[in-house]
């Protein structure tokens, strides 16, 4: 993942416009993903789209090549411009981008939780109604385990973390009581 940029923001802005004119957010989603794995699956094949030593005309000749038939139009498009543009190393953060404006589009929300042991459905289903009354969006979970928590769970919501582990409520009493000694 690169830099947050401004004009990675531009590029998934102005392909979210296009693919929900065209209705088809989840087909572009799933080429960017499909290219991303690409790249990624063969250090070779990103160093060869993001250097600036290959001819721009060859490389969107290569690019075209490759990815004709098997992405659409709006995904094709947008790596020929970012060749163009010589922009090509943000692609991460244009599908990071489009990711969120997606989730903006689709007024959902992504919580994070950590416990100490597998979540039980009960407790899954009131995080997620809680979240989504609070916020009147679309709960997305992910879930991860982290025994050291001892009990409880850390829930993040975008910037906010709400720390309701064990661990760390032992941690502020014993802050306490050393406090308290003194």
Known sequence: MNRSE?????YAEALIL????????????????G?????HGDRRIWSLFTSPRIDRVDKEALIRKAFTG?????????????IRKSREP?????????????????????VYVTTA????????????GAIAAASGKTVEMHESTDASL???????VGDVLVDGSLRTRLKRLGSRLVGDSR
């Open 6 to 10: 401004p004009a990675a923001r531009c």
């Open 35 to 39: 290219v991303m794995a690409v790249f």
């Open 90 to 110: 943000l692609y991460d953060n244009v599908v990071d981008q489009f990711l969120r404006y997606k989730d903006l589009a689709e007024k959902r929300i992504h």
């Open 150 to 156: 001892i009990g409880g769970m850390v829930v993040r």
């Open 18 to 33: 296009l693919a929900r004119e065209r209705n088809r957010l989840a087909p572009v989603l799933d080429d960017l993903r």
């Open 70 to 82: 098997r992405v659409g139009e709006e995904v094709l498009g947008l790596l020929v411009v970012m």
């Open 117 to 128: 042991r597998e979540i039980d459905d009960a407790s899954r289903e009131a995080v997620k």
